[in-house]
């Protein structure tokens, strides 16, 4: 019977703990209660930032004709992949100019993605303003190429595809407008959405595997060891999302920058 207490007991504290977990990935001031305080994830945003610099400080610092070394050749490693799955691979020839900016999105979005799985700091990408700021500097950075090289008037006609007829033109034009405008709303939904569930689950069963483990911890003794053993499973259940969550904080960085190359090789397309 206080073995069943004890797991009701459990159970009956995981809506609380849940709901301090999403607290906690809310955007509550980190200093007191100043309004105007750091957010958790503009904190980490910051660290992520200083991150990012750093290795990028240390790259430039180390790097020669031949790499050497683990860091090194790892850093070239993701930058040759940018330069040549993404940049040259969808861009095109126009690939040069635009592989500054793709490089710098990418390798952004994948540090902030890998600092939220170290236990005890939060993904800056895990907040929808950091996401939303994002694919709004993407979606004016195409604007901005696609009226370059069209023109502002040659870009909004280019949105119709041209051998359509009237009045049809104008019904795909005015889809293509739509479309154009759902842009930057799916780009920073996707990449919000992934990171904040990704790390809500992993929270939620490292919650329950503190849970059953808390009365072992407390008190040692066989009744609590063998209360403890969901634990195990809730931990190797972990062990397996934080593997795949490693992989999402890859690709979700992958896909973000793809994206943006797509819809730059797109606004700057003839044929557009």
Known sequence: MDREGDILGAFSELPEAINELVSEFSSAPIFGNLEAGLTQYSFWLLISTAVLALIVLVFVKKQTLVPKGLFVNGVEYLVEYVQNDVAKGVVGSDWRKHFPFLATIFFFILINNFIGLIPGMK?????????????????????????????????????????????????????????????????????????????????????????????????????????????????????????VEFIVAFVQAYVFTVLAAVYIQIAEADGH
């Open 123 to 243: 993904p800056g990408t895990g907040a929808i303003g950091c996401t939303a700021a994002l694919a709004l500097v993407t979606f004016i950075y195409f604007l901005y190429f696609g009226c370059k090289k069209h023109g502002v008037v040659g870009y909004l006609k280019s949105l119709a595809p041209a051998g359509v007829s009237f009045p049809m033109n104008v019904f795909v034009w005015i889809i293509e407008v739509f479309s154009l405008l759902l842009r930057p709303i799916t780009l920073a939904i996707r990449l919000f959405a992934n990171m904040f569930a990704g790390h809500i689950v992993m929270g939620s069963f490292a919650i329950m595997a503190s849970l059953f483990a808390q009365p072992l911890l407390e008190h040692f003794s066989a009744m609590n060891a063998l209360g403890a053993l969901p634990s195990v499973a809730w931990l190797a259940i972990l062990l397996i999302i934080y593997v």
